[in-house]
């Protein structure tokens, strides 16, 4: 696993990938992630440094296929049988237009250049800011980094374990160089899950920055 610091050298081939730094993931929301909200300064000082930034949001409609309150019977957390593959249910989150689903309101990136939505398809759920969880449907975020010329990715945010790990290994498969910087990540760790996406990235080739 390689390491090192966030340089402060940024040109047009670099792009920090904010993803879900959210309410509803933060301590308070309905999927909060422990200390979700301390990577706020963190994110901001990275963004800062950043000619260009993408954000992502979880914007799931109403009885989303991947919330437990959608099976009855079933409780948050546990595993189920999707058409796509296993797929873990979740207690209901990001839901769109709610307080729940809002950027974190310390969240300070007013020159980021792309919103990208995800898990808006109510049957399909969605970590990967690239990929849906059927791992066939593209958001079309690999081809608006390609256009832009971009070539370097750095990640940071919410959860380092699901959203962020996704997006990390996708990010490799579509040949992208990617960093995360992993002091501007908090994991949910369920089960061991935060020490296994660590080692997926960097078996990956993902390099993990401070």
């Given at each position: 696993?390689?390491?090192?610091?966030?340089?402060?050298?940024?040109?047009?081939?670099?792009?920090?990938?904010i993803i879900d730094v959210q309410n509803d993931?933060?301590?308070?929301?309905?999927?909060?992630?422990?200390?979700?909200?301390?990577?706020?300064?963190?994110?901001?000082?990275?963004?800062?440094?950043?000619?260009?930034?993408?954000?992502?949001?979880?914007?799931?409609?109403?009885?989303?296929?991947?919330?437990?309150?959608?099976?009855?019977?079933?409780?948050?957390?546990?595993?189920?049988?999707?058409?796509?593959?296993?797929?873990?249910?979740?207690?209901?989150?990001?839901?769109?237009?709610?307080?729940?689903?809002?950027?974190?309101?310390?969240?300070?990136?007013?020159?980021?250049?792309?919103?990208?939505?995800?898990?808006?398809?109510?049957?399909?759920?969605?970590?990967?800011?690239?990929?849906?969880?059927?791992?066939?449907?593209?958001?079309?975020?690999?081809?608006?980094?390609?256009?832009?010329?971009?070539?370097?990715?750095?990640?940071?945010?919410?959860?380092?374990?699901?959203?962020?790990?996704?997006?990390?290994?996708?990010?490799?498969?579509?040949?992208?160089?990617?960093?995360?910087?992993?002091?501007?990540?908090?994991?949910?760790?369920?089960?061991?899950?935060?020490?296994?996406?660590?080692?997926?990235?960097?078996?990956?080739?993902?390099?993990?920055?401070?």
């Open positions: 696993m390689k390491s090192g610091r966030i340089e402060r050298s940024r040109d047009d081939r670099e792009v920090l990938i993931f933060c301590p308070g929301g309905a999927l909060a992630v422990a200390d979700g909200d301390a990577i706020v300064p963190a994110v901001n000082r990275l963004a800062a440094v950043f000619a260009h930034v993408v954000l992502t949001q979880d914007w799931h409609p109403p009885g989303h296929a991947s919330f437990a309150s959608a099976h009855a019977g079933r409780q948050p957390f546990e595993t189920i049988e999707a058409p796509y593959g296993p797929q873990t249910l979740w207690p209901d989150h990001c839901v769109q237009g709610t307080r729940g689903a809002d950027f974190h309101p310390a969240l300070m990136v007013p020159h980021a250049e792309l919103l990208l939505r995800k898990g808006f398809r109510p049957r399909i759920d969605s970590y990967s800011a690239f990929r849906e969880n059927d791992r066939r449907t593209p958001t079309g975020l690999t081809s608006y980094l390609r256009e832009r010329g971009f070539e370097h990715l750095t990640l940071c945010g919410l959860a380092t374990d699901y959203c962020v790990l996704f997006s990390a290994l996708d990010a490799r498969e579509a040949g992208f160089t990617v960093d995360l910087a992993v002091d501007a990540c908090r994991g949910i760790d369920l089960d061991g899950s935060l020490a296994r996406a660590m080692h997926a990235m960097a078996e990956a080739g993902v390099t993990i920055r401070g």
